[in-house]
């Protein structure tokens, strides 16, 4: 049972690291939550894993479990998933402002990027003018 969460833990933070390090901000998020959920198990686990064991003290219980690695995790739960929904509103953001998801310096820096800028398609790269919408044809 330790192997298997420990190869668990193992994997979840390789993929996590390997997914954090990419240049796009999906796979970014997607890493960083796998990193919280390893962490997770990882604190989970230090609460030495017990079956049928009550998490309290009673006078009928011969053993029981620490309840503070539970207790630990649930409010990591909650703190990843508010911090996971701010994480997702600044990559939107980011990708209508930017017209792409890449996490590098725009311009020279990361010359990929202007290659699936969909603003820049169409336009000349030095062109910053944007387009006349229908209201402004119509008027």
Same mark, same amino acid.
């Given at each position: ?44 686990? &230090? $609460?030495?894993?017990? %079956?049928? +064991? !009550?998490?309290?003290? *009673? /006078? #009928? =219980? ?5 309840? @503070? ?28 402002? &930017? $017209?792409?998801?890449? %996490?590098? +310096? !725009?311009?020279?820096? *990361? /010359? #990929? =990027? ?5 603003? @820049? ?19």
């Amino acid at each position: 049972m330790e192997f298997l969460i420990a190869t668990a833990i193992g994997a979840m933070t390789t993929a996590g690291i390997y997914l954090v390090l990419r240049a796009r901000s999906f796979p970014v998020i997607i890493g960083l939550s796998l990193l919280t959920y390893a962490t997770n198990l990882f604190l989970f686990a &230090t $609460g030495r894993l017990a %079956v049928n +064991l !009550p998490p309290v003290i *009673s /006078p #009928e =219980a011969a053993a029981y479990v620490d309840p @503070l690695p539970q207790a630990l995790v649930l409010t990591a739960i909650v703190i990843s998933f508010g911090m996971t929904a701010v994480v997702v509103v600044m990559a939107l953001r980011a990708y209508l402002e &930017t $017209g792409n998801d890449h %996490v590098d +310096l !725009p311009g020279e820096a *990361s /010359p #990929e =990027a202007r290659e699936d800028d969909w603003k @820049l398609l169409g336009r000349k790269q030095g062109d910053t003018a944007r387009p006349p919408s229908a209201v402004e044809e119509s008027v």
